[in-house]
């Protein structure tokens, strides 16, 4: 086949560009170290990228709803610990006035003891139902935020549509982190502190009756309180599972992301260097082939 | 004359003219599009002198050009091909700088608003949070209008550089009738007498213009050489030159004219062809795509508005996006549908407009579509199934999430107009004056209720969801699965990956198949210096014993004068 002087000085050309690109596409990935995930060279791998970003991004949310859930949910178990302690002693003080009765103790001023004591238990689960969490919200109000769940005398304040605030954290599954004070706090339509109102009304009056419906009423609420915090434990269960399925999963979209999009040094390196082996062997043959010509000996 | 003077200066002419054409080659062995040139020396008629014939030296015959038809033909065709593809190489690039950032791209901005609505549904009484997710929203709509306007702009640039190229191609082809006019005449007077640089020049011309369009030629035998775009009109026929334009029509296109007719859907290769099809394929269907995506995103955050209540309060929610540079806003919601119009096509010869109401942003399909009138009907062609006819003179609203009315004007037959939906929404999206109050973010699924997200949560559920399936208060629509609106956006973005990276392999194999001709070429027609090297010392050898044959011819002459005394 016949050559062209032109051909040969293009041949040689060509391949240095060749060359050069293969070059500096290494060193950019070596220095930048990433491989340069380009939708026209990759289109599936650089898709499958920007689904596993998306992913991350919506894992990290999941991990700011947990924290955020599990210092609410702490907090409510912290006052509902209080809580129970406090209904507890409301316990007793009604059997002991019961039982002071029961004895026909005359006197009234061992029960105004009681009795006072039991004003103290009301203000304490007045202002533990009226919790308030640190931008002043009541934590007990449900969707109702800016309300507090009990007035001044200590009835239920709360709209009855106000429900509870259910936050995502983690694919499908939400978590209950605010519930209304009526499903804890109260027995029926009457609060606590109503019910207490009505024991101490009943061991001022020294009716047995009235002091054990007073009683009965108490335990409802006892029970509801401590099955609220079964709840919330349940909640906080639930938070430490979601915590590290998202982490695995975070881990697993990250190691995926790492394999598409950041540069193998191993085989970066061994490129760069063959690709300059391979550019010096065609700068020294290309010299040595251009200095070639006839011309070199004629006259 | 028979006789060894005039045999050996015939010869010196002949040497002499296989010199000049040596030289020639040499110096313009770096010229582009230069075929060499050969003196063909013919030995001339031999004359009877009684006794036999004697040999009466040599001419030159003709100066060849090393030039094969076929082989130029092929090089064209590849020229055509690689500059095509090398056009929508860089075009595709360059959308792909636009649209397609891993970190910061459009599909991830979008994703920002759906986390920053998390942040509202975990805390919907916190103003931080509903501030973020404003800004989230601000963030978005920014770049939605950016992209758009760049691909506007990249639209734009691509006009531009059809139109110079046009006129490129307008100016050669004017040159190349002038040759023809020249060359032709010479053939008249001599066939083998043909001016070879002119004729290289002449071929230089049509490849020039084979890079921007591609052409067909016939070698019409009289030393024309007539030029046809691939469908069939006549660029240069003989002298004449038709003249060759492009420019911008108002439906924002390149349109490409050949002697005034349109002639924009038959060029298919070149680098105009490629713009051509790129304008379509890769820009318009993206910024259709992208509109269709900001009406959509901005219908699920003003229903979610307006299915919501403020912060604490019994007010419902207001709408946060609008499409539109004035009144009316076009929210999406009732009453207050995204408008537009089809763009009638330069040539249409009625003067009806030709308007679009979306009804329903979650069913339309991001096809465009081409509206007909044949007289009586009209009738639309979806971009994915251009054979199948929608009758919208039966039912206006035949397409999918748009109806369309006919409110002046009067159509003829055979106009065409081009509905274009999604096209500019994206750069026209804006937020509304309530976007910039965080209490007027309806996170609240009930009056009064400050700490209620059930909406929002809504809203975040949505975002995920196929858009077919969205739920909302007064729309299900329970079809099966389909694209969620972050799915259609990289879908997008994703489709334009996908073509570019077709687009690259078919430049690179284009590119392999030039090299391959252009080495044919230049093999055949390439000067080569060694060659000519060798020629040289061939000729002037030559010359030397022609010159050395006129001295002892001189020296016989003298001896004779000599030996009469």
């Known amino acids: 086949m016949r050559v062209s002087t032109k051909m040969m000085f293009n041949q040689g050309l060509n391949a240095l560009q060749r060359q050069q690109n293969a070059m500096a596409e290494a060193q950019k990935e070596i220095s930048s170290g990433r491989k340069n995930l380009d939708p026209a060279k990759d289109p599936v791998g650089y898709a499958t990228a920007s689904n596993l970003e998306i992913s991350n991004k919506r894992l990290a949310q999941y991990e700011r709803n947990i924290d955020f859930a599990r210092g609410k949910l702490e907090l409510q178990e912290g006052v509902l610990a209080n809580a129970t302690e406090t209904l507890q002693r409301v316990k007793e003080i009604s059997i002991e006035a019961s039982n002071s009765l029961k004895l026909g103790e005359a006197g009234s001023a061992s029960r105004q003891a009681l009795r006072d004591e039991l004003a103290g238990l009301r203000e304490s689960l007045m202002s533990q139902a009226n919790t308030r969490d640190e931008r002043g919200e009541y934590v007990f109000s449900g969707t109702q935020s800016a309300t507090a769940p009990y007035d001044a005398v200590g009835a239920y304040g709360l709209a009855p549509t106000a429900g509870s605030v259910n936050v995502q954290v983690a694919e499908g599954q939400d978590v209950e982190v605010y519930r209304t004070a009526g499903g804890v706090f ?47 434990g349940n909640a906080l269960s639930t938070l430490d599972r979601a915590f590290e399925d998202n982490d695995a999963q975070k881990y697993a979209n990250q190691k995926a992301l790492s394999d598409l999009r950041d540069t193998d040094y191993a085989d970066a390196i061994t490129r760069l260097n063959m690709s300059m082996t391979t550019m010096q062997a065609t700068q020294q043959t290309i010299s040595k082939t251009q200095s070639l010509s006839l011309f070199n000996f004629i006259g | 004359m028979a006789g060894m003077l005039s045999n050996s200066v015939s010869g010196l002419r002949a040497i002499q003219r296989a010199l000049d054409t040596t030289s020639h080659n040499i110096s313009n062995a770096n010229t582009e599009g230069y075929s060499r040139q050969t003196a063909v020396i013919s030995s001339s008629v031999p004359e009877f002198d009684g006794v036999g014939y004697v040999g009466s030296g040599s001419y030159v015959e003709t100066v060849r050009r090393e030039f094969d038809g076929l082989v130029e033909r092929q090089l064209r065709s590849a020229i055509s091909e690689s500059a095509r593809y090398k056009s929508q190489q860089t075009l595709t690039e360059q959308v792909n700088q636009i649209v397609g950032d891993l970190d910061a791209g459009i599909g991830q901005t979008m994703q920002g608003v759906f986390s920053a609505a998390q942040d509202v549904a975990s805390n919907p009484s916190d103003m931080t949070a509903r501030s973020s997710y404003l800004g989230a929203i601000e963030t978005t709509v920014n770049q939605f209008n950016r992209v758009d306007q760049q691909l506007n702009d ?171 540079t004035g009144t009316p806003n076009q929210t999406g919601l009732a009453g207050e549908p995204f408008e537009g119009n089809a763009i009638s096509r330069v040539g249409n010869e009625g003067d009806a407009k030709v308007e679009f109401s979306v009804d329903e942003a979650y069913e339309l399909t991001g096809d465009t579509y081409e509206l007909r009138f044949d007289g009586t009907n009209w009738t639309a062609y979806a971009s994915s199934s251009p054979n199948t006819a929608i009758d919208i003179s ?71 969801r196929s858009i077919k399936d969205i739920v909302e208060i007064g729309y299900t629509n329970n079809s099966n699965v389909g694209k969620s609106l972050g799915d259609v956006v990289n879908g997008a973005v994703g489709n334009v990956g996908t073509y570019a990276s077709q687009v690259r392999m078919r430049a690179e194999s284009a590119e392999t198949n030039l090299t391959y001709f252009t080495n044919r070429r230049e093999s055949l027609s390439g000067v080569n210096l060694d060659e000519e090297a060798a020629n040289l010392l061939k000729f002037q050898q030559a010359y030397q014993a022609l010159a050395r044959t006129i001295s002892v011819q001189d020296r016989v002459f003298q001896s004779l004068l000599g030996a009469m005394g």
């Open chain 2, 394 to 464: 039966a039912d206006p609203s035949a397409i999918p999430g748009l109806t369309l009315s006919f409110p002046s004007g009067t159509a003829q037959a055979g106009d065409t107009y081009d509905l274009r939906p999604g096209e500019g929404v994206a750069g026209r999206l804006r937020l509304t004056d309530e976007a910039r109050e965080p209490t007027n973010v309806a996170a609240s699924a009930a009056a009064d209720q400050p700490r209620n997200n059930e909406n929002i949560n809504q809203l975040i559920e949505n975002g995920r």
């Open chain 2, 154 to 324: 990249l639209q734009f640039q691509l006009e531009q550089q059809g139109a110079q190229m046009a006129r490129e191609v307008d100016r050669w082809a004017q040159e190349v009738a002038e040759l023809n006019e020249i060359i032709s005449e010479a053939y008249q007077t001599n066939r083998n007498a043909l001016p070879n640089d002119l004729m290289d020049r002449r071929d230089t011309l049509i490849r020039n213009i084979a890079e921007r369009v591609d052409v067909k030629t016939l070698d019409s035998r009289d030393g024309n050489i007539n030029l046809y775009l691939s469908s069939g009109q006549g660029l240069v026929i003989n002298d004449i030159a038709q003249r060759f334009t492009a420019e911008s029509s108002n439906a924002n296109r390149l349109t490409v004219r050949l002697a005034g007719t349109d002639v924009t859907d038959r060029i298919s290769g070149g680098s105009i062809g490629g713009i051509l099809e790129s304008q379509d394929r890769v820009i318009g269907s993206l910024r259709n795509e992208l509109g269709r995506s900001a009406m959509v995103l901005a219908t699920m955050i003003n229903r979610s508005q307006d299915n919501g209540f403020k912060y604490d309060s019994a007010a419902p929610g207001e709408a946060f996006l609008a499409a539109s």
């Open chain 1, 186 to 232: 109260n027995d029926g339509a009457d609060s606590i502190m109503q019910v207490i109102d009505q024991l101490d009304t009943a061991i001022a009056a020294g009716n047995m009756a009235d002091i054990a419906t007073a009683q009965d009423r108490v335990d409802n609420v006892f029970d509801k309180v401590v099955t609220a915090r079964g709840q919330i």
